[in-house]
């Protein structure tokens, strides 16, 4: 699978991860929300009887279980959950009171998983915890006073956590699945859906080699027979202007050439001297710089050594230093030094743009505010970073304070 | 003098066909790989084979050597850029040309590198010991037209074309390591391309 079709496969996975845990997060923080609250309005209820349903009052106390305005209707769901009629029969629960001088009192014991000992117990260690919470994982608690004295009461929910810890499993199950099987498909059909995008660049890149290659023979045939024409009839003024454009024309494949090295898609590899390289064409600008009252200086560490093309490194190294050279006001930096097993070049100079980052300058054809009236075409640095990315590398730039910084790590 | 000069180009073939002779040379054309194992195979001495590196019917590279072996030296044109890797192979043309290129810099080519063929001189410099008329690095590894220029260019003081100089230098430094040797060829800032020694 080549770069581009892993990393696209790498972020599509990557988004459906990010959404499906989102999804997933809200519905099941919102379904357990939704629970707590179920639970909190029971004691609630149980809060304002002073810990105990009418249903579980002693006789005599006790109201009739029937009530007119509780009576089954049909389709009436805001009667079901924690508002059903059935729930002060069904819940099971406890209350106890404690005095000031902490004598704890049963107010009712409606639980057959602990004891009335182990409850008492269980109370006291929550009468001073906050007012309401989960306990051993599916009880709900709540602490109040009324008459002087301190309540708390412990109601069973775990007949209804059961759906939502369902709906937890399943959720996530689910969501699993899902991402295995969207990984399937993606790996199936990515590489479909880039084959257009692939032959499409590998066509143009053909298309700029044919090119390219279609004008050497010729150019060389025609300025051979021009030289045979001028030595057989002697020079004149059509052969000097067949010469010239030759010459012209010659040039320009010569260019193209060189700036279609970053298209190759092989490399010739070689151990390189870096920093041989970037001295060598420094010091060749150097005068260019003086010319156009720029400061220039560079901090080279000797003897760093890459594995890589040595005729895209050295253009890439030029690249650089031609837009330096284009838009560096007064002064400008070099650095190439090695950052524990990376190698980092790096280029500073003073600009007039805004701070932020600037990546968009490695795109083709995209020059900043600051070039446009430079006539640059924005193709110098999309060539670096070409070359980057071919020897594993990464690039950035930004700039911060009036400063534009050029990053570069193989 | 006597050049064999094969492309698959025929115009070119031709057209520098009569260049060569009005150079005086005399010129015997191939357009495919099979017609040079029969040019060289038939007893004719050649001086200088003129190869493209995309010649059809039978490897470049295998015509290279086969043509070494005979002592003829290999002029190699090339439709793309020379590689580095070409020239630390075992078997590197003697010179490389890329297309588009003027008639006087192939004739001048072909005169550096057939005057260097006939040669009988061993040059020496830092430790690095050439045989010009073999095309020899320290009897042992194979050099270039371009190679044996710049440690002549080293060794006279004068200053190098890094640019057309680089995969040259790169192969030369890899030569230099194989062999063990410490000179290399370092940049000096100011100063231009010299040749060190690993102690300097």
């Known amino acids: 699978m080549n770069k581009a079709v892993k990393k696209f496969v790498i972020f599509a996975e990557g988004a459906i991860f990010l959404l499906l845990a989102v999804l997933l997060s809200v519905i099941n923080v919102v379904n357990f929300a939704m629970a707590s609250e179920d639970a909190d309005m029971l004691t609630s209820r149980l809060a304002s009887r002073e810990g105990v349903f009418r249903s579980d009052k002693p006789e005599g106390e006790r109201q009739p279980f029937f009530r007119e305005k509780d009576a089954f209707r049909l389709n009436r769901f805001d009667k079901m959950g924690p508002d059903s009629p059935e729930m002060d029969f069904s819940l099971r629960y406890f209350t106890y009171s404690f005095d000031k001088d902490g004598n704890a009192e049963a107010v009712v014991f409606k639980m057959s998983a602990v004891s009335e000992q182990e409850a008492e117990e269980w109370a006291r260690s929550l009468k001073n915890a906050s007012a309401t919470g989960w306990t051993r994982v599916n009880y709900r608690y709540r602490v109040y006073e009324s008459n002087k004295q301190t309540y708390v009461t412990v109601i069973d929910q775990g007949r209804e956590l059961v759906p939502s810890y369902r709906i937890l499993i399943i959720s996530v199950s689910g969501g699993v699945v899902l991402l295995v099987l969207s990984m399937l498909m993606l790996l199936l059909t990515a590489g479909r859906i880039f084959k257009p995008i692939e032959e499409s660049d590998r066509k143009q890149k053909q298309f700029i080699a044919n090119v390219k290659n279609e004008f050497r023979v010729p150019l060389t045939i025609i300025n051979a027979n021009t030289e045979l024409i001028e030595r057989e009839h002697g020079p004149g003024e059509s052969t000097r202007v067949i010469n010239k454009q030759v010459r012209r024309m010659t040039a320009t494949v010569k260019e193209l ?154 | 003098m006597k050049i064999l000069i094969a492309d698959e180009d025929r115009d070119f073939l031709s057209t520098y066909q009569r260049l060569l002779q009005v150079h005086s040379y005399e010129v015997v054309t191939a357009f495919d790989g099979t017609q ?156 231009g391309y010299r040749m060190v020694t690993s102690d300097e």
């Open chain 1, 257 to 410: 050439s060189s700036l279609a090295v970053f298209e190759e898609a092989d490399q010739s590899v070689t151990k390189v001297n870096l920093s041989d390289l970037m001295n060598s064409v420094l010091d060749s600008r150097a005068e260019a710089f003086e010319q156009k009252s720029v400061r220039m200086t560079a901090e080279v560490a000797p003897d760093v050594m890459i594995e890589g093309d040595s005729s895209r490194l050295r253009k890439m190294i030029e690249e650089l230093a031609e837009n330096t050279l284009k838009y560096a006001q007064s002064e400008a930096h070099f650095t190439l030094s090695r950052e524990k097993k990376r190698i980092r070049i790096r280029q500073e100079n003073d600009t007039t743009l805004a701070n932020g980052a600037v990546d968009q300058i490695f795109d083709r054809f995209t020059v900043l505010e600051n070039a446009e009236a430079s006539g640059s075409i924005g193709m110098g640095l999309s060539y670096v970073k070409a070359t980057v990315l071919a020897h594993n590398g990464r690039v950035s730039a930004k700039v911060s304070d009036g400063r534009f910084i050029l990053q570069i790590d193989l």
């Open chain 2, 36 to 191: 040079v194992i029969q040019a060289l195979g038939n007893g004719t001495k050649y001086d200088l084979l003129i190869l493209s590196r995309s010649l059809p019917r039978i490897p470049a590279q295998a015509l290279l050597e086969t043509a070494q072996d005979r002592q003829i030296p290999v002029v190699m044109l090339l439709r793309e850029r020379v590689r580095s890797d070409w020239l630390t192979d075992s078997h590197p043309a003697n010179a490389y040309i890329g297309f588009p290129f003027f008639p006087d810099e192939l004739t001048g080519l072909i005169g550096e590198v057939v005057e260097k063929s006939q040669s009988q001189e061993q040059l020496e410099y830092d430790g690095v010991q050439i045989d010009i008329g073999r095309f020899l690095l320290c009897g042992k590894l194979r050099v270039t037209n371009e190679e044996i220029n710049i440690i002549r260019t080293l060794k006279d003081g004068q200053s190098l074309s890094a640019k057309r100089a680089e995969p040259y230098i790169h192969s030369l430094n890899h030569k230099l390591e194989q062999l063990g040797l410490p000179a290399r060829i370092r940049y000096m800032i100011r100063k």
